[in-house]
């Protein structure tokens, strides 16, 4: 038997469920298997999971291969099972990128984690609270348009500004499992208590595991202390 964690997460399909409004591009979640068919330019991400030898990237093909090829090679290559899921995206070039955690509709902390081109660990823990502040109010609107039903109590939002002027949102993230960068502690720590359904009021957005991290789990095995 395992053990149950009430952990909860946006799931891989809720960034198609935002207005295009709020996101500015096309987009779609697919598995690996259904790549051949569907991607012919674009920007393709394992959809919750961070993946070493896969990073997030835009793919247009070589001479040699297809979009889609090239993508599948690089798949096989990092060992990413067909069924994974994926978010594939037109392309945008953001300039500032935020990251907003959130507990019950509201914003409880928001961090830069790019900045024209300087990522996190090279700002001032303190850098654009001007940029923090436009974050949190679109991600907070965004939120009051969709509703409680439309997101789970506590996860992370990440919004950006491109380089038209025009905000948008990037992705969603699982409070429990995201870097908080510069963020206010209080303000993270409150968006995991979020995450977390103690009471299974929130089936819908239960967290489920990728194929991928099944794939590469192991056993842990307790030893009683001498």
Request: proline share 7%; hydrophobic share 40%; charged share 25%.
């Amino acid at each position: 038997t395992g053990l149950t964690l009430p952990l909860m997460s946006a799931g891989p399909h809720w960034l198609n469920t935002v207005p295009h409004h709020w996101r500015q591009r096309n987009v779609i979640s697919l598995r690996v298997s259904d790549v051949a068919d569907r991607l012919l330019v674009g920007f393709i991400k394992p959809a919750e999971i961070k993946v070493g030898t896969l990073p997030a990237r835009l793919y247009v093909g070589t001479e040699e291969l297809t979009a889609a090829e090239e993508f599948l090679r690089d798949a096989k290559s990092a060992g990413l099972p067909d069924d994974s899921w994926l978010t594939l995206s037109a392309p945008m070039n953001y300039v500032r990128e935020y990251r907003c955690f959130t507990a019950n509709g509201k914003v409880t902390a928001t961090t830069p984690y790019l900045i024209e081109g300087v990522t996190w660990d090279g700002m001032e823990p303190e850098a654009d609270q001007e940029g923090c502040d436009k974050a949190a109010a679109f991600v907070e609107e965004l939120l009051n348009h969709i509703g409680p039903e439309g997101h789970p109590p506590g996860f992370v939002v990440d919004a950006g500004i491109d380089d038209q002027g025009n905000w948008s949102i990037i992705e969603a993230n699982a409070s429990w499992s995201s870097n908080p960068y510069h963020a206010d502690m209080s303000g993270v720590i409150e968006s995991v208590f979020a995450s977390h359904d103690v009471d299974g009021k929130y089936p819908q957005w239960a967290w489920q595991i990728d194929p991928y991290h099944k794939k590469n789990a192991r056993k842990l095995y307790w030893k009683e202390p001498k």
